[in-house]
């Protein structure tokens, strides 16, 4: 194998030296010495920065612990903390107002107000639905799921249609529901959808036939954008509200359209208008052998070359990115919408080091650097592109960055971005970074952390579950935490929520950035989605995160309902969410005493949770998945929700909130539990019976070690099982 010539002795893992040089570097006019020679040298000069980053975190942590443990006992003074944060430097001074400059960016980030979906990399075939979840089928979202009651009548009469089964009057309900969907979007001047016998394109009018045959026009005539087949007998019309498309198609001899009285087949739903490649916590990618098959995947989306191909149904299929869709406008021109997602990739944070590549003293480098040369080198074909299958056409990359603690980390990922693309001769600022507001110190001062960034920010995104890790995990020492379920209702997630979004306001991202919510992590529960996840554009939020892409078509539907840019511009003057609120840590007041079986069920479903998601992710390198919690709800899983599960068993022990004893007790338990669960899973390793489980071992030092994790973080202790468990196998 042709080896890097590097200058200073660095070693390149030989797999990812193959990867770069026979499957990236031939498709640029990049040439490998100088591209490994360079990479030397950026490594050489940022490393150092990056572990000094991680030593303040370390330093800022253990003063904050010193303060609450030289005030055990004593009634929280928040003047007095506050003071001290701004002491310390964890709370930084806020400067003078300013605008974003971000430039050239897509209209699915700047313009638009949608869903935003995220995928594990890893993982192809799910990768390439969401890269296709752009559009999706109203009636399957509501067939498919418990929008339409799953109980009672609308559950029975299922009849066998070819090899599926079909209930007809849940049929019914569904074509019901989605026409009520076109009355309150896509009002007629008179009359229901329900009614309309057929629809045709009258020069630039939609016109609906009625029974009686009398006639109606939309109520707004501008709704009607496109049209595809005949205008006197359309296959399909799109119409379009709030920016979003949405595309009524008809067949008269199709599954559901032979059966409509208009003909209508099914209704598309313009749906996860972008989609975030996670290459973060999501995935299980422990070496460089990991690394290169996520690396390979964004490879295949940014060519659009990826493929799956698996049984579904007892069929074989293959998958591929979905071409543009085509349709003929009013005036008889070409009407183009792009037919994908627009992707964004996550990379990981400034934590962990990797062994793609090892500096000439034998240190592994970060692979936050690592991922952000890689996944920019790849998606920069993507700019080479001007037909076919595109993601950007504005020139941009657009890399979601985690876990960054703080302006001077922000600094930091944009110095490194920088340098990625002198290196890789990209026009500056070609590289877009999205800042997840999920760490406490960048919260408390994300004016300034926007300000880092404020030529390169595409979104602003509360990722609510690192956060609550990290409320935990910072003030570990102040005192035990409120249930789970408590913390939520507490002043400082509203504040945190809020202010995320006035000071969004405040810096200018309308109509440059987004202003993004966190994820629906109930992913079976899509009609508690539907009557909460409106809170989100109601917030002024342009998108919200969703774990599929059923939920991105259910929640799509909800940037119908409210037109985003219209409360952004209705709340940006309000008074500013409280700092006060924001520092106030959510323990258990000393007025309040937890019963001893809240406590125990408390325990129990995080272990359950904790447990479910440890032995897939460490036995099977699975990032990512749904674990049913004690009530038997199927809950979304990652390393985030890991690290909130984990913090607080750790504080209640660290409290005496519980003893070790019930702890593990528990864990034996709930050991049997999981593996009851997992019985039918091939290969599946049991906890209970296996003294030596390594994902149970896991697990405990989650917990037990719990404390001593760097900022409550699970990837240290994950990464190493999984390596354990990979040489095991
Ligand atoms: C705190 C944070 O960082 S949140 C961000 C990280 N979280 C995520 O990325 C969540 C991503 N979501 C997922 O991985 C999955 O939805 C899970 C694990 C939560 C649930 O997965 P499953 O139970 O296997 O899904 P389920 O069986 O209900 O559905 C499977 C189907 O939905 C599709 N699907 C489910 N989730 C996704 C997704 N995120 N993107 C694309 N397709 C998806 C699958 O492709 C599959 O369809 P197919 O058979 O046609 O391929
Ligand atoms: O990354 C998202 C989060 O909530 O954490
Ligand atoms: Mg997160």
Known sequence: MNMPQTKNNSVIHPGFCHFINEEVLPLHAIEPTKFWRDLEQLVADLSPINRQLLATRDALQQQIDQWHLARKGQAMDIKAYEAFLRDIGYLVEEGEDFTITTANVDAEIAHLA???????????????????????????????????????????????????????????????????????????????????????????????????????????????????????????????????????????????????????????IESALSTIIDCEDSVAAVDAEDKIEVYRNWLGLMQGTLEASFDKDGQQQTRRMNPDRLFTDLDNQEYRLHGRSLLLVRNVGHLMECDLMQDE??????????????????????????????????????????????????????????RVEQMLNLPENTIKIGIMDE?????????????????????????????????????????????????KNQPWIQAYENRNVDIGLQCGLPGKAQIGKGMWAM????????????????????????????????????????????????????????????????TIPDNLTLSSQVIEREIENNVQGLLGYVVRWVEAGVGCSKVPDINNVGLMEDRATLRISSQHLANWLLHGMCSKEQIDEVMQRMARVVDEQNKATEGYRPMSQHAKSLAFK??????????????????????????KAKAAN
């Open 698 to 723: 896991a697990a405990q030092d989650l917990i037990f070690k719990g404390v001593i994790q760097a900022n409550g973080y699970t990837e240290p202790l994950l990464h190493a099982y999984r390596v």
């Open 361 to 418: 003293l034998g240190n592994f480098v970060p692979e936050g650097i690592m991922d952000a040369v890689v996944t920019v080198l790849i998606g920069a074909l993507d700019l080479q592109r001007n037909r076919g299958i595109r993601n950007s056409r504005t020139g941009s990359i657009y890399v979601v960055k985690p876990k960054m603690h703080g302006p001077e980390e922000v600094a930091f990922s944009c110095e490194l971005f920088a």
């Open 114 to 268: 949608g869903p935003q979906l995220v995928v594990p990399v890893k993982n192809a075939r799910f990768a390439l639905n969401a890269a296709n979840a752009r559009w999706g089928s109203l009636y399957d979202a509501f067939y498919g799921t418990d929008v339409i009651s799953k109980t009672g009548e609308l559950a029975t009469s299922v009849l066998v249609e070819g090899n599926r089964a079909y209930n007809p009057a849940r049929g019914d309900a569904v074509i019901a529901k989605a026409k009520e969907f076109l009355d309150e979007v896509f009002p007629l001047e008179s009359g229901s959808h329900k009614d309309v016998t057929s629809y045709v394109v009258y020069y630039h009018h939609l016109l609906a036939f009625f029974k009686d045959s009398h006639q109606a026009g939309l109520k707004q005539p501008s709704q009607l954008v496109a049209v595809n087949g005949q205008r006197s007998e359309p296959e399909a019309v799109l119409l379009r509200n709030n920016g979003l498309h949405v595309e009524i198609q008809f067949d008269r001899n199709g599954k559901n359209g032979s059966k409509d009285l208009a003909n209508i087949n099914d209704i598309l």
């Open 439 to 487: 760490e406490r110190r960048t919260t408390l001062n994300l004016k300034e952390c926007i300000r880092q960034a404020k030529s390169r920010v595409f979104f602003i995104n509360t990722g609510f579950l690192d956060r609550t890790g990290d409320e935990i995990h910072t003030s570990m020492q102040a005192g035990p935490f409120l249930p789970k379920d408590q913390i």
């Open 523 to 586: 992913p079976d529960e899509m009609a508690a989605m539907m009557t909460a996840k409106i809170a989100h554009p109601k917030a002024g939020a342009n998108t919200a995160w969703v774990p599929s892409p059923t939920a991105a078509t259910l929640h799509a539907l909800h940037y119908h309902q409210v037109d985003v840019f219209e409360v952004q511009q209705r709340i940006k003057s309000r008074p500013q969410a409280s700092l006060t609120d924001l520092l106030t840590i959510p």
